[in-house]
Each structure stands twice: as C-alpha cells, then as structure tokens.
C-alpha cells in the first residue's frame, strides 16, 4: 500500500484554539481535571486527541473520551502562554471588535 505524503498544517490562525491547548497539555505532560457532562471527573494526563476524541492517561491506564462529552479541561498548573504576543496584538479577522467601556 502507497502512503501519500501528509500535507503540512499551518501553523497559523487556522489551527483551532482546542488544538493548541490540548496539544500544549500533552507535549508538555500537564496534569489535567475533565469534567464530563455525567457528572464524573477525570486527573491525568493527555496522550492523545483527533477532531472528536481525547486520550487521557489516569493511573495508569488509557481512556477514550469523546469531545461531545467534556464539558471542562483545567489544567493543574497554571499558563497563559499558549498563544504568542504576536498573534495577541493582531486583530482578529474573523470578528469584528468593538471597543468596550466598563465604566
């Protein structure tokens, strides 16, 4: 069987907010608590994640959760850095924004 080559992602606006969050959870093995709509809570780690399914590692053993289930991902340690200044300071072009005054 032939593989085609994959085609590379950009890594530019296009890559959803979910991905690099989950992606920079699972690169850098943070502890996380997931809250599924059942009302059960999972710790651990994330291995793995596709559009519909996440991975998570807890004691142990491997589980399959399904995005359609989780309500919250906290990461146990604390970051804001997911996203760069560069892409902070750029307007978004998908919404339009609107200058606000909580005053």
């Known amino acids: 069987?032939?593989?085609?080559?994959?085609?590379?992602?950009?890594?530019?606006?296009?890559?959803?907010?979910?991905?690099?969050?989950?992606?920079?959870?699972?690169?850098?093995?943070?502890?996380?608590?997931?809250?599924?709509?059942?009302?059960?809570?999972?710790?651990g780690q994330i291995v793995g994640f596709d559009s519909q399914s996440i991975v998570v590692l807890e004691n142990g053993t491997q589980h399959l959760i399904f995005k359609n289930a989780v309500i919250a991902i906290n990461p146990q340690a604390s970051f804001n850095y997911i996203f760069n200044d560069a892409s902070r300071s750029q307007p978004s072009k998908s919404y339009t924004e609107y200058a606000a005054d909580f005053s």
């Open 1 to 43: 069987m032939q593989q085609r080559p994959r085609p590379e992602r950009s890594q530019t606006r296009d890559m959803r907010i979910q991905d690099a969050f989950l992606n920079h959870c699972r690169r850098d093995k943070v502890d996380v608590t997931i809250q599924l709509f059942d009302q059960r809570v999972m710790k």
